[in-house]
């Protein structure tokens, strides 16, 4: 009788582990490695030329540093649009154009995947497109680069044109990488390239989808039935 109560009691703890590894190997895939990614913070009070609105060299905010030149956090969909995710977007030509960088660790080596949304800063200029580049480095060690732009469409109002998402896949091993934007627009001081939600993220292994996907519920009723 002692022997089959410790069977059950083994029984029920390897299940629970079994259901918090796929639990916890789901969410680590989901997890953003960027922080600010969405250029949330610091909130933006729209004042250009200063803090919180305008950042220049070597000024550093909610986690990114200013490389050079200086970058907008805007927040105002009546000039720039509306953002891509939450409120708030980096406009990569501040009163010139600018470069920000952000060291970020990767705690396991894999599959991930580096994406952002880009657009256009179209209140002044020539309406015609933007460019900016995304770096990824490890140490010394270019891993990473894509040149991207925006096209402005002519049948949308300058302050509506529509987002463009840019992925791209990448194969990393564990260690600190710096992720680096830089505007590529040197035809307009203060209307850049406009960036929002950069995220690096790892990419869900097929089996842990096929186990948070089927097996887990199967796991969980297989718990009650033990519990009957």
Not at 47 to 65: I, L, N, R, V
Not at 131 to 138: D, G, N, P
């Amino acid at each position: 009788m002692h022997s089959c109560t410790m069977c059950k009691c083994l029984r029920r703890l390897l299940l629970l582990s079994a259901v918090a590894i796929i639990v916890g190997s789901a969410s680590h895939a989901q997890t953003n490695l960027i922080l600010n990614g969405g250029f949330e913070a610091p909130i933006s009070d729209n004042q250009y030329g200063h803090p919180p609105a305008t950042w220049f060299d070597e000024a550093s905010f909610g986690g990114w540093t200013v490389e050079f030149g200086s970058v907008d956090i805007g927040r105002d969909p009546t000039s720039w649009g509306y953002a891509y995710e939450g409120v708030q977007y980096v406009d990569l030509n501040g009163w010139h154009r600018g470069a920000i960088y952000q060291d970020i660790s990767v705690p396991v080596g894999g599959p991930y995947v580096l994406r952002l949304a880009l657009n256009g800063n179209y209140d002044g200029g020539t309406k015609d497109y933007r460019k900016a580049r995304v770096e990824l480095r490890q140490g010394a060690n270019l891993v990473f680069r894509g040149d991207y732009t925006h096209y402005y469409n002519q049948n949308l109002p300058f302050n509506r044109q529509e987002w463009r998402v840019f992925a791209q896949q990448l194969t990393l091993t564990a260690g600190t990488y710096r992720v680096r934007l830089e505007s590529l627009e040197s035809r307009h001081n203060f209307f850049g390239p406009v960036v929002d939600d950069i995220r690096l993220q790892m990419v869900p292994e097929p089996a842990t989808l096929v186990l948070a996907g089927s097996a887990l519920p199967s796991l969980l009723l297989t718990l009650r039935r033990r519990r009957r």
